[in-house]
T-cell receptor, first 115, second 114 residues
Framework: AAGVIQSPRHLIKEKRETATLKCYPI?????VYWYQQGPGQDPQFLIS???????DKGSIPDRFSAQQFSDYHSELNMSSLELGDSALYFC??????????????FGQGTRLTVV | AQSVTQLDSQVPVFEEAPVELRCNYS??????LFWYVQYPNQGLQLLLK??????LVKGINGFEAEFNKSQTSFHLRKPSVHISDTAEYFC????????????FGKGTKLSVKP
């Protein structure tokens, strides 16, 4: 079965550069969630989208922005990168919006290294 | 506000021994609880979840967990572990009534030794 696809899988950027991470949800899924997992840390919820509208916001820095497109894929844009942004960034998707009965499926993540 | 506490950061155990990974939660609203497993350099895989109903939840790979409201716990158990169970395990609570917006604990690294 198709899963959540994230690209790229690995990314190396220098400080103050920008990065764009992409997430392709499972076909027919209309909701996307983004997480950040620092080295040795637990995943932290950043932001979510349902039907191309922001649905929930977590601890996303102001330097980051995200959107969901008409084909339901999502992009996380990160500007003025800092060393502390080095982390594994997960995307998850679900169908049917925000609700307790809709299971979310996680992608393999994009590992961002800022040097 | 919801929060999750995983009481053990590391749990070493011998192969075929039973294991329990402890998780306590704090929530002021309806509780939805999850256990995820993360293998090295991999994504998060759902092991099991409690939404409602029976307090004993069975998941994949022989794992089960019991929701205990009076003790605010959701401990994960397996009667006999394998080397392949070596991974990091995260307990999580729903942050907003959604299975996608989750608040995770700090994780427990399970090391299974031969």
């Amino acid at each position: 079965a198709a899963g959540v696809i994230q690209s790229p899988r690995h990314l190396i950027k220098e400080k103050r550069e920008t990065a764009t991470l992409k997430c392709y949800p499972i076909p027919r899924h209309d909701t996307v969630y983004w997480y950040q997992q620092g080295p040795g840390q637990d995943p932290q919820f950043l932001i979510s989208f349902y039907e191309k509208m922001q649905s929930d916001k977590g601890s996303i820095p102001d330097r980051f922005s995200a959107q969901q497109f008409s084909d339901y894929h999502s992009e996380l844009n990160m500007s003025s990168l800092e060393l502390g942004d080095s982390a594994l960034y997960f995307c998850a998707s679900s169908f049917g919006g925000i609700g307790v009965n809709t299971e979310a499926f996680f992608g393999q993540g994009t590992r961002l290294t800022v040097v | 506000a919801q929060s999750v506490t995983q009481l053990d950061s590391q749990v070493p155990v011998f192969e075929e021994a039973p294991v329990e990974l402890r998780c306590n939660y704090s929530s002021s609203v309806s509780v939805y609880l999850f256990w995820y497993v993360q293998y090295p350099n991999q994504g998060l895989q759902l092991l099991l979840k409690y939404l409602s109903g029976s307090t004993l939840v069975k998941g994949i790979n022989g794992f089960e967990a019991e929701f205990n409201k009076s003790q605010t716990s959701f401990h994960l158990r397996k009667p006999s572990v394998h080397i392949s169970d070596t991974a990091e395990y995260f307990c999580a609570v729903s942050g907003g009534g959604s299975q996608g917006n989750l608040i995770f604990g700090k994780g427990t690294k399970l090391s299974v030794k031969p």
